[in-house]
């Protein structure tokens, strides 16, 4: 095999130097014949195709997560044990509905006798401000009987609330989306008891670059696209003031009515907000090449034949292809062979079928 080779590359350069010897003797006019074939068999042939910009909407794509408007721990706020769970894990709930109740122990009793210790407080107290008034108990006495009857009301208020706490209710209307006891459980103060979860409205929380940040404002309307092609529109309702130093992207927030529960927070979503109007070229992302300078854009081919690189800006994404500014009006883009030339190139350019 390496014989072939040498036999082909000796012969190759046989034909080369007769081709010479034969254009070195030929007339100036055969000469010039022969150089301007070489240049033309020099020269790559590459594929364009003729685009014209078209006004469309520009975008800001920004990639979140779908989270629900409030999601709350609901915690115990004594120590007890529970006797009832009237509400099944991932029902919908009211505002104040009951979801456990606790074992009163001797609240009640508690609560009775706090009652007896103001009311006698306040006889108490009653009595020896009388008295005062006669001359014949001193301002000390007054004030003593005035803190007695203060600290009986903290205590009544105390056992009232300890009643009231005995009964854990909805903080809003939503789901009951985790339960963490079970009847008989022994529960601590503080302790996680449920949470409740309100998808009336959604949240979609992504980030955006700071060189977008500036096109955004509350109130923009937006366009919600799930994974599996559903479209909700809704609102821009937060923008971080301070961007991440790490990222340089801003927080954002939007949200959407969700009255029907279509919409499940957890799962990912594109936010589509439209920033106006412009003319761009709808182009295939295979086109797109970079310079020297490390820039996106696109090689198209002049009225002279010459590529020419133009950067471009992406507008907007669709799902066969992008839409870009920065062309021409009308040009012609090179779609094939892009990755052999250069700009200043001159190409023997056809076009695409």
């Known amino acids: 095999m390496k014989h072939k080779g040498f036999l082909a590359l000796g012969l190759l350069t046989v034909v080369v130097l007769w081709m010479l010897s034969g254009v070195m003797e030929a007339p100036s006019e055969t000469k010039q014949e022969v150089k301007t074939a070489l240049a033309i068999a020099q020269k790559v042939r590459v594929k364009v195709m003729g685009v014209e910009a078209r006004q469309v909407t520009r975008e800001i794509v920004i990639q979140g997560e779908l989270e629900p408007l409030r999601q709350v721990e609901v ?104 339960r963490h006891v079970e009847l008989g459980s022994s529960v601590q103060k503080g302790e996680v008891l449920a949470v409740i979860v309100d998808k009336s409205v959604i949240k979609s929380v992504g980030q955006v670059s700071q060189q977008s940040a500036g096109q955004l404002a509350l109130g923009q309307s937006i366009t919600l696209t799930l994974l599996d092609g559903r479209e909700a529109q809704g609102a821009l309702t937060y923008i971080s003031s301070v961007g991440n130093s790490e990222t340089h992207s801003f927080s954002v927030e939007a949200e959407v009515e969700n009255s029907d529960g279509k919409l499940s927070p957890g799962v990912s979503a594109t936010i589509r907000i439209n920033v106006g109007h412009e003319f761009a070229h709808f182009l295939s992302p295979a086109v797109l090449s970079l310079n020297e300078q490390g820039e996106v854009g696109v090689k198209t081919v002049d009225e002279n034949s010459v590529v020419v690189f133009f950067p471009v800006e992406l507008v907007r994404t669709e799902e066969n292809g992008v839409w870009v500014t920065g062309l021409p009006q009308k040009t012609r883009v090179i779609t094939l062979g892009q990755g052999f030339v250069s700009a200043g190139e001159t190409v023997i350019s056809s076009i695409e079928s």
């Open 75 to 178: 915690r115990s706020q004594i120590n007890s044990k529970v006797v009832a769970l009237p509400v099944k894990k991932g029902s919908s709930v009211k505002k104040g509905t009951l979801l456990v109740k606790l074992d009163k122990e001797d609240r009640y009793a508690l609560l009775y006798r706090a009652e007896a210790v103001v009311k006698s407080s306040e006889l108490e107290a009653e009595g020896v401000r009388t008295l005062q008034q006669q001359g014949l108990r001193s301002e000390t006495h007054l004030k003593a009987a005035e803190a007695i009857l203060s600290d009986a009301k903290a205590a009544l208020r105390h056992a009232q609330l300890e009643v009231e706490n005995l009964s854990v209710k909805a903080p809003f209307s939503g789901v009951l989306e985790t």
